[in-house]
C-alpha cells in the first residue's frame, strides 16, 4: 500500500452528511475524516502527507470543501467539527481560531488520530477485501464441493437402489434355504433317534460281553499265577545266586582298594617321616624291621604308629586328618628352615669365592713385582743396588698393603 493510498483524506461527496452528522449510514460511520479532508485540502501545505502531493487534491475534494466552510460560516464548521468528533470518540473542545501551543497540539493530536483511524480504516478495508477474495474462493469451491457431492449423492442413490433389489433377491433365496434347511434338520433328527436306539442297544450288548470278558480275565489270571508260582521258586533262587555273586566281586573290588589307599598312606606317612626327623633335609639312616630308629638317633616327636591305617576309617578319620595337618605345617616349616639357610649359604659362598679372587690378585701381583725388580737390579751398578733394592722392597710393601 502506497503512502499516498493510506493518508488519503479525500471526503465523502455524500452531501447529506453535511447537514446531519447522524444520519450517516452505519456503513460509512468508520470513515471519520470526512470533515478534516476538506479543512485539510483548504490548506495546500498539508498536501505532502499523501506522500505524491495528488492524494488530497483532487477535483472532487476541492469542491467538497468549498461547499462545507468558508469564511462566513468558520464558527458553524467549528462546532460541528467538535460535535462530530465527540460522537465518535475523539479529543473534543478543539478551539482552531486559538495561537496558543497547547491549543495546536491538541489540534494536531486530533489529526494525527483521525490520519490513525484512516490508515486502519484502509487497512480494515483492504483485509476485508482479501477476506471477502477468500471467501468467494473458498464459496467456489465449496460449490464445485457440493455439486461434486451432490453427484455422489446420486451415485449412492443409483447404488442403494441396485443394492436394495439385490437385497430383496438374497431374502427371496435365503428364505428358500431356510425352509430347505428345516427339512433338513427334521429328517436329521429322525436319523438321531434312530441313531440313539441302535446305541442303546449296542451299549447292552456290550455291557454282556465286558461281563463275559471279566469273567474270562479271571479265570486267565488265575491260570497265570499258579504257573508263576511254579516258575517263581527257580526264578528267585537263580536271582538270589546272581545278586550274592555280584556282592561278592563288589566286596573284593572296595577290599582291594581300602588295601591299595592303606599302603600308600602308610608308605607317604614314612617318607614324610623320614624326611622331616632328617636333619638338613638328609634322611637318617634306616628303620628297623619293628618300626623303631636305630640305636644313637634322636626321637623326633612326629614319630606316629602306622597301625592307626588298620582301623576302620569310621574311627581312624580323625586321628589320620589331624596327623596329615600336623606334618603338612611342619613340612612347611622346614621348606622354610631351608631357604634361609639355603641363602645364608649363598651368601657365606660368595664371600669366600670373593677372597679366592683377591688372594689370587695378590699372588699374581707380588710375582709380577719380584720380576720386574730382578730386571731392574741387573742394569744398575753395585753402588746403587743396595740404596734401589731397599727403594723397590719400600715400594712392593706398599703396593702389598694397597692389594690387603
Do not use: W
Not at 478534516?36 to 477535483?59: R, T, V, Y
Not at 433328527?189 to 441302535?198: A, D, F, L, R, S
Not at 634306616?286 to 612326629?302: K, M
Amino acid at each position: 500500500m502506497s503512502a499516498s493510498s493510506r493518508f488519503d483524506l479525500r471526503v465523502n461527496p455524500n452531501p447529506s452528511l453535511l447537514a446531519d452528522p447522524r444520519a450517516a449510514p452505519a456503513n460509512d460511520r468508520p470513515v471519520t475524516s470526512s470533515p478534516l479532508a476538506m479543512q485539510a485540502s483548504s490548506h495546500p501545505h498539508q498536501h505532502a502527507i499523501g506522500g505524491g502531493g495528488g492524494g488530497m487534491s483532487d477535483g472532487g475534494g476541492g469542491a467538497a470543501a468549498a461547499a462545507f466552510a468558508d469564511a462566513g460560516n468558520l464558527e458553524h464548521c467549528a462546532r460541528y467539527l467538535n460535535q462530530t468528533l465527540v460522537t465518535f470518540g475523539f479529543p473534543a473542545s478543539l478551539d482552531l481560531f486559538a495561537t496558543d501551543p497547547v491549543s495546536i497540539a491538541r489540534t494536531c493530536n486530533c489529526i494525527y488520530a483521525l490520519l490513525q483511524q484512516r490508515q486502519r480504516d484502509i487497512e480494515f478495508r483492504e483485509s476485508t477485501n482479501d477476506l471477502r477474495q477468500r471467501m468467494q474462493s473458498d464459496i467456489s469451491r465449496l460449490e464445485a464441493k457440493i455439486e461434486r457431492m451432490d453427484a455422489q449423492l446420486a451415485a449412492k442413490d443409483r447404488e442403494l437402489a441396485t443394492l436394495t433389489r439385490t437385497e430383496a433377491k438374497n431374502t427371496a433365496t435365503l428364505k428358500a434355504q431356510i425352509d430347505k434347511l428345516q427339512q433338513e434338520r427334521d429328517e436329521f433328527q429322525k436319523m438321531v433317534i434312530g441313531n440313539q436306539q441302535v446305541r442303546t442297544q449296542q451299549i447292552h450288548e456290550m455291557k454282556k460281553k465286558e461281563k463275559e470278558y471279566i469273567k474270562l480275565q479271571e479265570k486267565l489270571n488265575q491260570v497265570l499265577m499258579e504257573k508263576k508260582k511254579e516258575s517263581s521258586r527257580s526264578g528267585m533262587e537263580i536271582m538270589n545266586l546272581l545278586q550274592v555273586d555280584a556282592y561278592e566281586v563288589k566286596k573284593q573290588e572296595l577290599m582291594q582298594e581300602n588295601a591299595d589307599l592303606r599302603a600308600l598312606l602308610r608308605s607317604m606317612q614314612m617318607d614324610m617321616r623320614e624326611f622331616l626327623n632328617a636333619p638338613n633335609g638328609v634322611p637318617q639312616p634306616a628303620v628297623v624291621g619293628n618300626g623303631r630308629q636305630e640305636a644313637g638317633s634322636p626321637q623326633s616327636p612326629l614319630g606316629g604308629k602306622t597301625d592307626v591305617f588298620d582301623l576302620p576309617f569310621h574311627m581312624a578319620r580323625d586321628q589320620i586328618e589331624e596327623s596329615l595337618r600336623t606334618k603338612m605345617a611342619s613340612i612347611k616349616a622346614r621348606m622354610t628352615q631351608l631357604q634361609d639357610a639355603q641363602k645364608g649359604a649363598e651368601v657365606t659362598s660368595e664371600a669366600t669365592e670373593r677372597e679366592l679372587e683377591l688372594e689370587a690378585q695378590l699372588v699374581e701381583a707380588r710375582s709380577i713385582i719380584q720380576e720386574q725388580a730382578s730386571l731392574m737390579s741387573k742394569h744398575f751398578t753395585k753402588s746403587d743396588k743396595p740404596r734401589r733394592l731397599s727403594g723397590l722392597d719400600a715400594e712392593r710393601e706398599a703396593v702389598a698393603a694397597q692389594e690387603v
